[in-house]
């Protein structure tokens, strides 16, 4: 999916490509543009080529064809060193026999900056990921919520351009992990640097990006803020990657007004959004859990047999057996106005047809 280059372009893919054995490419004619000052997220599962777009930005892999340019040059042949990107990784790559200050005055050092600048700005690093107190430390006495800190305000004590993040919070665990995501937020609002991010967890690229591409098999398959992806995803593998979804196969019987009927399971006959299908053959309905209705006179209507329920507390997880699909999820909310819901009975569900996509059948 190519994007058309602008002014205020900063990132720039162009036709990149690259192959490990000269045969199989990792990445396929990549053209992707990246605005100053955005956080975009290159999510995606194992082996679809994310990491590989990060490692050839850095300067760490190199591009097979095509090129690469950093606020309009390209950086091809430019050595890791002198592109003044910031990293964080997984694994923090801090110095262990520093302390914290010493950790975050490397990257000014090697620049030759004065030592009153380099005082200055690891004060206000450590400021900034509220790590004033712990100068002194060495990284072994911190936490694995304090060294991910330390290790990206290294990265941005320099004050780069760019920052590039592989998987910076793989390491930590769930509620820690999701406080550094707000952090990590606020921090690129309140400087406004560019952040490439990388990750293979789909509610950490909702919670964090600007916009979102999305990889599978070295492709961009779709590329658009997170609220577009969820609601309106492209094809069947983009809605199946990002959050949860209900996939009804049916085969369509005719397009008319940009709306498909479709006939599911034993025979009955629905309408989705024809977004990724032809006039007729299979296709993959795809509907969220969170829109689907629970009623009599829901549009769309089916019979649902409740074969599980599963309290959440703010919500009940309800799977049903569905037009010959037994993972078919709705989430009723946890509210008076519901009716209880119990496993075994027979009720109807249904949908609004915009609320549905025709995509295609893989």
Known sequence: MAEAEGSNDFVVFDQVQKSYDGETLVV???????????FLTMLGPSGSGKTTCLMMLAG????THGE?????????????HKRGIGMVFQNYALFPHMTVGEN???????????????KEKVAKALDMVQMGEFGDRRPTQLSGGQQQRLA???ALVFEPEL?????????LDKQLREHMQYEIKHIHEQLGVTVVYVTHDQSEALTMSDRIAVFDDGIIQQLAPPAV???????????SFIGENNKLRGR?????????SVTIGEGANVQALAVNCGESGETMLSIRPERVILAADAPNRLDGKVMELIYLGDHIRCRMSVAGDDAFIVKVPNSSDHAALNVGETCPVGWVTEDCRALDAA
């Open 28 to 38: 396929k004619n990549l053209n992707l543009a990246i605005g100053k000052g955005e």
């Open 60 to 63: 760490f892999e190199t591009a």
């Open 68 to 80: 690469i340019r950093l606020d309009g040059n390209s950086i091809n042949n430019i050595p890791p």
């Open 104 to 118: 975050l005055a490397f990257p000014l050092q090697v620049r030759k900056m004065s030592k009153a600048v380099t």
């Open 152 to 154: 990206l305000a290294r």
């Open 163 to 171: 920052v590039l993040m592989d998987e910076p919070l793989g390491a």
């Open 229 to 239: 992806l969820y609601e309106k995803p492209d094809n069947a593998f983009v809605a």
């Open 252 to 260: 369509i019987n005719g397009v008319s007004d940009g709306v498909a």
